[in-house]
C-alpha cells in the first residue's frame, strides 16, 4: 500500500547516525526526503553526518505487517522466526512487547549487521538477553514505536506543513 501524495512511500526516510568527529555511540537521528537511500546517505555525509542506519516508509510498513503477525501469534510466522522471552503467553501481546533488533554476534568476522525480532517484557530485557549470547544490539525498535514513526513518515510523505517540528531534511527540495 502507497501513501497517495507529494513523495512515494520508497523517497521517505527516518536515519540515525552521528556527526562526523564526534563518538559514533553519539546517534541523532531525523528524517530525509530523498529518491534512494544511498542518496541521502551521500548528501548527509556532505553535510557533516554519517548515517549508519536508514529505514523508508515502505521498510517501517513491512515491518509493522510482521511484528503485527507474532503480535497475534499468528501461524504464518514460525516460531522459530523470532525469539519468545516473555513470561506470560497471552493470545496478543501489546505492541510495547514487540520488537524489532539490528546488531551483529560479536564472535562474527562478518561486517554486516543482522535484523530479528523478539517478544519481551521490555526493550531493556531483550538487550541484557541478546547481549548475554553475545550479539551487541546497534538499535531495538518496539511495534509501538514504529506506528508513531509510520505516522510521522506518512505525513512527510503526503507533504504536510507541520512536519518542521521533525527534523527533517529534504533532498528533492534542494535539488
Same mark, same amino acid.
Given at each position: 500500500?502507497?501513501?497517495? $501524495? %507529494?513523495? &512515494?512511500?520508497?523517497?521517505?526516510?527516518?536515519?540515525? $547516525?552521528?556527526?562526523?568527529?564526534?563518538?559514533? *555511540?553519539?546517534?541523532? *537521528? $531525523?528524517? @530525509? @526526503?530523498?529518491? %534512494?537511500?544511498?542518496?541521502?546517505?551521500?548528501?548527509?555525509?556532505?553535510?557533516?553526518?554519517?548515517? &549508519?542506519? /536508514? &529505514?523508508?516508509?515502505?521498510?517501517? +510498513?513491512?515491518?509493522?505487517?510482521?511484528?503485527?503477525?507474532?503480535?497475534? +501469534?499468528?501461524? !504464518?510466522?514460525?516460531?522459530?522466526?523470532?525469539?519468545?522471552?516473555?513470561?506470560?503467553?497471552?493470545? /496478543?501481546?501489546?505492541?510495547?512487547?514487540?520488537?524489532?533488533?539490528?546488531?551483529?554476534?560479536?564472535?562474527?568476522?562478518?561486517?554486516?549487521?543482522? @535484523?530479528?525480532?523478539?517478544? =519481551?517484557?521490555?526493550?531493556?530485557?531483550?538487550?541484557?538477553?541478546?547481549?548475554?549470547?553475545?550479539? *551487541?544490539?546497534?538499535?531495538? %525498535? &518496539?511495534?509501538?514505536?514504529?506506528?508513531?514513526?509510520? =505516522?510521522?513518515?506518512?505525513?512527510? !510523505?503526503? $507533504?504536510?506543513?507541520?512536519?518542521?517540528?521533525?527534523?527533517?531534511?529534504?533532498?528533492?527540495?534542494? *535539488?
Amino acid at each position: 500500500m502507497s501513501t497517495q $501524495g %507529494t513523495y &512515494s512511500d520508497h523517497q521517505v526516510f527516518m536515519y540515525c $547516525g552521528h556527526i562526523v568527529g564526534d563518538d559514533a *555511540s553519539n546517534l541523532q *537521528s $531525523g528524517y @530525509v @526526503v530523498a529518491d %534512494t537511500p544511498q542518496y541521502a546517505i551521500e548528501n548527509m555525509l556532505g553535510y557533516g553526518f554519517s548515517i &549508519s542506519a /536508514i &529505514s523508508s516508509l515502505a521498510e517501517i +510498513r513491512e515491518t509493522i505487517a510482521i511484528l503485527d503477525l507474532i503480535a497475534e +501469534r499468528n501461524p !504464518a510466522v514460525e516460531p522459530f522466526e523470532y525469539l519468545d522471552l516473555h513470561h506470560e503467553k497471552p493470545a /496478543i501481546y501489546m505492541d510495547n512487547n514487540v520488537f524489532t533488533y539490528v546488531g551483529r554476534y560479536l564472535d562474527s568476522d562478518s561486517p554486516y549487521s543482522k @535484523v530479528g525480532f523478539v517478544i =519481551a517484557p521490555s526493550a531493556d530485557f531483550a538487550i541484557k538477553y541478546l547481549c548475554n549470547h553475545k550479539f *551487541s544490539v546497534h538499535s531495538i %525498535t &518496539s511495534l509501538e514505536e514504529l506506528r508513531t514513526e509510520d =505516522a510521522r513518515l506518512r505525513l512527510i !510523505a503526503l $507533504g504536510e506543513p507541520d512536519v518542521d517540528d521533525f527534523n527533517l531534511l529534504n533532498f528533492k527540495l534542494l *535539488s
